[in-house]
């Protein structure tokens, strides 16, 4: 998109540098290899999950991704690519694959920033951090079972994507 009249009004603030001050003021741990690679870890309802972010900024574009500890073997492989299909057709943000090698499950959304302000940015990474979190959180016991190979993982599936409505 070089001469694009929209990079004229590109903010040219490295997103990274604002999600460094917000893990800060979290406190969660985190490890800046680069300008371009940040990772995190924050806590979890079953444990710490490791956040990755990467920024591409040819495209103004973050990559977000959030795995869980929770490795799966390669006799569950298929049971896990099922699952993940299920899971995927039910969530509105993002999605899940298997990443390092294949063996963990993982969220994963991409931002496009260019033309967005700093403000609204960090805001709108900080509400995807939130529904990562979430989403891991939601689906961390069905991905337990699928690395077991549990026979209840349907039913634990269908009251994961199971949506409520009102208030009880």
């Not at 991704?65 to 799966?72: A, F, K, L, N, Q």
């Not at 099922?82 to 499950?105: C, V």
């Not at 939130?130 to 989403?135: K, P, R, T, W």
């Amino acid at each position: 998109m070089i001469g694009s009249p929209f990079e004229l009004a590109h903010d040219d603030n490295n997103p990274l540098d604002m999600v460094e001050e917000l893990a800060r003021s979290k406190g969660w741990n985190f490890t800046r290899t680069d300008e371009d690679f940040f990772v995190m870890t924050v806590p979890g309802q079953h444990g710490p999950l490791e956040i990755w972010l990467e920024w591409q900024d040819e495209f103004s574009a973050l990559l977000l991704s959030c795995s869980m500890p929770v490795e799966i073997a390669e006799e569950q492989y298929e049971m896990a690519c099922r699952t993940l299909e299920q899971i995927n057709e039910n969530i509105w943000l993002g999605h899940f694959d298997l990443s390092n090698k294949g063996t963990y499950p993982t969220f994963r959304h991409t931002l496009l920033l260019r033309m967005i302000p700093s403000g609204i940015a960090i805001d709108t990474i900080h509400d995807v951090v939130d529904i990562a979190m979430s989403e891991c959180n939601r689906f961390y016991t069905t991905f337990q079972l699928v690395q077991s190979g549990d026979v209840r993982l349907q039913d634990n599936l269908s009251a994961a994507v199971f949506d409520t409505v009102g208030e009880a």
